[in-house]
């Protein structure tokens, strides 16, 4: 479903992803691990059409995101990590805005928007102010919002970031079950260790914008001679602390540059 080979980004001189190779299976979890500043954002942002590769070649479910990005939009959903959902909209009037932007008919998108509300719990508060939701009840929505086009690739960057133990263990109840009905295949990032050992069927570890590690968490465990993803994680990228790899400004650039595309 994603296929990746020989992934290089340049900024001028600085090589933020370089050269890196993987490939997700249709229907698999896939956990995409790194410190902060290590190349996971760049590399999501191309897989995304938000940014062109220096070199190298993508494919998402066939499709190329540089040559085809209005196709392989209709692909992917993508969650992302800082906040993008209006906060002076209504939840319905969110996803309403969001199928309008992805072409989707009125009937259509009228049953969709109730269909997934419902799933994620939102529907019997759907005419609030989204400004009102709690941190948990945004990332619903969010999530929501992602599958609205019944995409076949998920992207989650750092889905539950901030959130308490129960609702990150809710959405990740309800990410599992979409994986498992929908063959959904899901690509996330996460800094909680533990949620990538306990969902993720495969991992790759990326650090300086190299992949230096895949496997499962089995795998990177035993390489490692760990007890622990965690432990795994700190002894193949180190334990001094990194800097952010972008701003949440350039972020929030690159988003409402892929919708004016």
């Known amino acids: 479903m994603i296929d990746v080979k020989k992934l290089t980004k340049k900024f001028d001189n600085f090589t933020a992803v370089d050269d890196i190779s ?116 945004k990332r619903r929505l969010e999530i929501a919002r992602g599958l609205l086009h019944h995409p076949k690739i998920l992207f989650l960057d750092e889905p539950t970031l901030g959130l308490d133990p129960q609702t990150r263990n809710h959405i990740w109840e309800y990410i599992k079950s979409l994986n498992e009905k929908e063959r959904i295949t899901v690509f996330f990032t996460t800094h909680y260790m533990e949620e990538a050992e306990q969902m993720a069927r495969k991992i790759a570890v990326i650090d300086h914008g190299k992949i230096i590690a895949q496997g499962t968490a089995e795998d990177l465990k035993k390489q490692t001679n760990t007890a622990s993803l965690e432990k795994a994680f700190l002894e193949l990228t180190g334990k001094e602390i990194r800097k952010e790899e972008a701003s949440t400004a350039e972020s929030m650039r690159m988003r409402r540059r892929m919708f004016r595309r």
């Open 22 to 137: 993987f490939s997700v299976d249709k229907g698999t979890i896939f956990a995409f691990l790194g410190p902060n500043g290590a190349g996971k954002s760049t590399t999501i942002k191309m897989l995304t059409t938000l940014l062109n590769p220096t070199s190298g070649e993508i494919k998402l479910d066939g499709k190329d995101p540089v040559k085809e990005k209005n196709e392989v939009r209709k692909v992917f959903g993508i969650v992302f990590q800082d906040p993008s959902l209006d906060d002076e909209l209504t939840a319905y009037e969110n996803m309403e805005f969001h199928g309008a932007l992805y072409g989707i008919r009125k009937a259509e998108r009228t049953q969709k928007i109730e269909e997934i509300l419902k799933y994620v719990e939102l529907w019997n508060r759907k005419d609030e102010l989204v400004k009102h939701y709690s941190g948990g009840m």
